[in-house]
């Protein structure tokens, strides 16, 4: 019904710079919410930022990363600025989205992709 596509990830050097995208496709009605998510080995999958009624990012990314929407094209942006080797991780796009008038909004996740910040 929905996919979700994310690009861009890869391997920088502490203090550098990346930029992801994830475009959502398929039965959609209305997007509410996208988000980024990211899960290190071993670790839970945690937010990283989030773009909806309002914008959000957790603390260990303010200033650092920037979330961004184009409705027009159903995606949404993570440019990541001044990374360090803790924010390696997979990162995953979340999405809200109503697939029909009047149905309630479902959550649909992208594949994920890895981001690793290493010298």
């Known amino acids: 019904q929905v996919q979700l596509v994310e690009s861009g990830g890869g391997l920088v050097q502490p203090g550098g710079s990346l930029s992801l995208a994830c475009a959502a496709s398929g039965s959609i009605f209305s997007i509410n919410t996208m988000a980024w998510y990211r899960q290190a080995p071993g670790k839970e999958r945690r937010l990283v930022a989030r773009?909806?009624?309002?914008?959000d990012y957790a603390d260990s990314v303010k200033g650092r990363f920037t979330v961004s929407r184009d409705n027009a094209k159903n995606t949404v942006y993570l440019q990541m600025d001044s990374l360090k080797p803790e924010d390696t991780a997979v990162y995953y796009c979340?999405?809200?989205?109503?697939?029909?008038?009047?149905?309630?909004?479902?959550?649909?996740w992208g594949q994920g992709t890895q981001v690793t910040v290493s010298s």
């Open positions: 773009s909806g009624v309002s914008t």
């Open positions: 979340y999405a809200a989205i109503t697939n029909r008038a009047g149905d309630p909004p479902r959550g649909y």
